[in-house]
């Protein structure tokens, strides 16, 4: 049974920063890929970024390049989100995924797994 559970969520004024992680259990992590997505009220869940467990090759939607990392302890099997320079624009609930597949996917649908999601709120 897979398992993700992401923590570090909380607020945080314009131009801080948060670190989300996310502890992945229940099976062996190093064929997959791992997501991390996020919604805002009235929102469809939006890809924020990617990471191959094996490798390491990542992807960003655009709005966040230069400002959050995602990165992986593959001896913890955490993923981690490091976000910089926030906006008020990233309040939303950010959600951990893990994609059965080592291949990066920016679509919700192609992640098979799902963490209960931390909520990440930027006062202006």
């Known amino acids: 049974q897979v398992q993700l559970v992401e923590s570090g969520g909380g607020l945080v004024q314009a131009g801080g920063s948060l670190r989300l992680s996310c502890a992945a259990s229940?099976?062996?992590?190093?064929?997959?890929?791992m997501g991390w997505f996020r919604q805002a009220p009235g929102k469809e869940r939006e890809f924020v970024a990617a990471i191959r467990w094996i490798g390491g090759s990542t992807s960003y939607t655009d709005s966040v390049k230069g400002r959050f990392t995602i990165s992986r302890d593959n001896a913890k099997n955490t993923v981690y989100l490091q976000m910089n320079s926030l906006k008020s624009e990233d309040t939303a609930v950010y959600y951990c995924a893990a994609r059965v597949l080592a291949e990066i996917s920016t679509a919700k649908r192609e992640y098979n797994y799902w963490g209960q999601g931390t909520q990440v709120t930027v006062s202006s």
């Open positions: 229940g099976r062996t992590f190093s064929g997959y890929t």
